[in-house]
């Protein structure tokens, strides 16, 4: 009788997919290649088909490789319901649970909701993946993440999403610079000026210019930055102005700078922050309670 695949194979498979190379796809599994290549070729033995393409540069599925990915994909977040359920059937946080955040939030609102937990809650085990909004959901469909806080709105299908948080954007410009010297700005005062932002990928750049209602021929982008603290560095050196969440300089991201912090007129000028999670999970309940614990923690 044919060995059945195990979900350790198939999780060794769905990351090659993923990340389309052996050692970075061990990696992610914190496995050694050469089990993860063993794991591979066990499954492939027993489904009786060749399942990726393998040359020295290039990691490509098979046409059934394609089939069986998205059928393992399946089946591996179906356990993870499983585990949901379970967990679900228990009190609220007293098991695992993974939560994915993105980088402009993560620094701002974590530390005081995981102090918060770990008091309330010591047997409640939070695992935290920070990534771009993109990547955070792909694990959320492919099962590895419960739940995600992020800047709302993101696409995103067959999730169900609890907004939180107004997030202001607040202009930051160095001292000296005009619109320094202004109490309240309009969004149109940014038009022609150096606008410092995150790269691309980063939906925060999405989400400022969208609250300002700019377009990228309206402004002048003379460096792009992986961090927030980069950019605030860049702005304290006189290159240019930028948009930063209010809760960034709430927690202080601009202390010690000789830095400008001016608010808009009008509202609306803002993100919302909020969670994400899969629409069929058992585990509902239980995010919208951390949704709370997350609203409640932000105001103090």
Not at 100 to 128: D, N
Request: hydrophobic letters at 45%; charged letters at 20%.
């Amino acid at each position: 009788m044919a060995r059945q695949p195990t979900l350790k194979q198939l999780k060794y498979l769905c990351a090659v997919a993923e990340h389309q190379h052996f050692g970075r796809a061990a990696e992610a599994s914190y496995v050694s290649q050469s089990t993860l290549s063993a794991g591979i070729q066990e499954l492939e033995e027993s489904l009786s088909a060749s399942l990726i393409e393998r040359n020295n540069r290039n990691v490509l599925l098979t046409s059934i490789g394609h089939d069986v990915v998205v059928r393992a994909q399946a089946i591996l977040v179906d356990v993870e319901e499983m585990l949901s359920l379970c967990a679900a059937a228990g009190e609220p946080f007293s098991g695992r649970m993974r939560l994915g955040v993105i980088p402009t939030v993560a620094p701002f609102i974590l530390p005081k909701l995981l102090s918060s937990l770990r008091r309330e809650y010591p047997e409640f085990k939070l695992y935290i993946r920070e990534d771009l909004s993109h990547q955070l959901v792909a694990g959320l469909h492919a099962g590895a993440l419960d739940v995600l806080l992020l800047a709302l709105p993101f696409p995103a299908e067959g999730v169900e999403v609890m907004p939180l948080i107004t997030d202001d954007f607040l202009l930051a410009s160095p001292s000296g610079h005009p619109l320094a010297d202004k109490a309240e700005l309009a969004t149109a005062d940014l038009q022609g000026e150096d606008l410092l932002l995150l790269e691309d990928g980063h939906c925060l750049r999405d989400h400022a210019l969208e609250a300002c209602e700019l377009r990228d021929s309206q402004i002048s982008v003379p460096y792009q930055a992986t961090s927030l603290a980069t950019i605030v560095q860049m702005v304290a050196n006189g290159i240019g102005v930028t948009l930063l969440p209010e809760m960034s300089v709430a927690g202080g991201i601009t202390a010690g700078s000789d830095i400008v912090v001016t608010p808009f007129k009008r509202t609306g000028v803002s993100r919302q922050v909020g969670l994400m999670w899969r629409r069929k999970t058992p585990r509902a309940a239980e995010y919208r309670l951390l949704g709370e614990k997350i609203r409640a923690y932000a105001k103090t």
